[in-house]
């Protein structure tokens, strides 16, 4: 089964960018780490990362075509792209899995980011954990799969 880990804007910045707020590991590690839940849970994960809105549609539609599930963290796109929405849509209706996940939770933070466009076409959200948010995402698509 294949599963998507896709990253938006400035995730490419993991380890620079505050790290109070998103940690220390990299981009990198995190897609490291999604690999090695992948393989642990039967999963075959590939995760990418990219700061243009059309790349993550793109994406949301070969996850369509190609019946993989998604683990999608929209970064800044969450509260305002939807473009994102309408591509994340398509995949939930197709029958797919798509977990939204934050690293932060953003109810705890900047009022701008208490709302996901993303968030009603999901099958679920995950926030809050780190990179946890991930490993919660796939363990749930596992689950559900199982
Ligand atoms: C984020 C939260 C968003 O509000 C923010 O724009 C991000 C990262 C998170 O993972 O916590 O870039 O999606």
């Not at 999963?43 to 243009?52: K, P």
């Not at 996901?116 to 999901?122: H, I, R």
Request: glycine share 10%; proline share 3%.
């Amino acid at each position: 089964t294949r599963v998507l880990v896709l990253n938006g804007p400035n995730l490419g910045r993991l380890g620079v960018r505050e790290p109070e707020i998103y940690g220390a590991d990299t981009l990198d590690d995190l897609v490291a780490a999604a690999g090695g839940w992948g393989s642990e849970l039967g999963l075959d994960v590939d995760a990418r990362q990219t700061d243009d809105e059309s790349q993550i549609v793109s994406w949301l539609h070969e996850a369509v075509d190609t019946r993989s599930h998604v683990v999608l963290n929209p970064a800044a796109f969450t509260h305002y792209s939807y473009a994102l929405r309408d591509a994340a849509a398509q995949v939930t209706t197709s029958g797919l899995l798509l977990v939204e996940v934050h690293l932060s939770n953003p109810h705890t933070r900047e009022s701008f980011r208490h709302y996901s466009v993303v968030s009603g076409v999901a099958t679920g959200t995950i926030a809050g954990f780190g990179f946890g948010s991930y490993r919660l995402a796939l363990d749930a698509i596992a689950a559900r799969l199982a």
